[in-house]
């Protein structure tokens, strides 16, 4: 309940720190007639005010919540951000495809996934978000090893 309140108190200052940097935001090109600055100033108020709100509720509205975190849960999260921070480290290097089977084939070993279904989804995530981001969305990603075969 405390880290609860602890937290959203933090959050609320990180809002209103938002709010504060997206009241001076001018976009070169505004496609609106009251321009983009309202968007994150509305989205930013609104998550400050909820996080306002949970902060400073009675104890009463409040239920203990036991999330069942142990050791092995604990270290599979760890090794997730880790995998998570490697996968940012070589997706230039690599590339979109190929950091991205690494990196779901490690989630899907962390999670007890089965190493063959695992390797098959990584696989077939890795071209399928391949295809809708560069070819469906226009979404430049970049190809690295991969280049010289598919570029």
């Not at 994150?40 to 009675?58: E, H, K, Y």
């Not at 063959?116 to 990603?141: E, G, Q, R, T, W």
């Amino acid at each position: 309940m405390t880290m609860e309140r602890l937290f959203s108190g933090l959050m609320a200052l990180f809002s209103l720190f938002l709010i504060y940097l997206a009241m001076s935001y001018v976009a070169p090109i505004a496609y609106d007639p009251i321009g983009p600055r309202p968007y994150p100033i509305l989205i930013f108020s609104l998550m400050a005010f909820l996080t306002l709100v949970i902060a400073f509720r009675p104890a009463r509205f409040t239920k203990e919540i036991i999330l069942g975190y142990d050791k092995t849960v604990i270290r599979n999260l760890i090794l997730c951000i880790i995998a998570l921070t490697v996968y940012s480290l070589i997706f230039e290097v690599l590339g979109f495809i190929l950091a991205t089977i690494l990196m779901c084939f490690a989630v899907g070993l962390l999670f007890a996934g089965n190493p063959i279904k695992s390797l098959i989804f990584s696989i077939v995530i890795s071209i399928a978000l391949y295809v809708l981001f560069d070819m469906v969305l226009d979404v430049v990603l970049p190809l690295g090893l991969l280049s010289g075969i598919m570029g």
